[in-house]
């Protein structure tokens, strides 16, 4: 009896494995910066951002924000924007 060879399944990373891992190499990003003690206005500015681009990312894959319809995903980008905003307005303005 002939039984029909199940085909191989194919190596795939989910989706929520790839952020998890985009999300560790912004952290070592982050961290390789505080080690070689980078300074200056632009580096601040770039620390920042990464850490508002690794929130909106849990926000939208971890917390599920992603799959909701209408305005339950502006809460945390809202969140995030607001401080974010407000810290960059004073370094730069410092």
Do not use: D
């Not at 390789?32 to 500015?45: M, N, S, T, Y």
């Amino acid at each position: 009896m002939n039984t029909p060879m199940k085909p191989k399944k194919r190596f795939a990373i989910r989706p929520c494995t790839r952020v998890y891992l985009i999300l560790m190499l912004l952290t070592s990003v982050t961290y390789f910066i505080g080690q070689a003690k980078l300074e200056g206005l632009e580096i601040a500015l770039i620390v920042l951002l990464l850490a508002l681009v690794k929130g909106q990312l849990i926000g939208h894959y971890f917390m599920g924000l992603g799959a909701v319809k209408g305005l339950w995903h502006w809460p945390v980008a809202i969140w995030l924007l607001i401080p974010g905003g407000i810290i960059s307005l004073t370094f730069i303005y410092a």
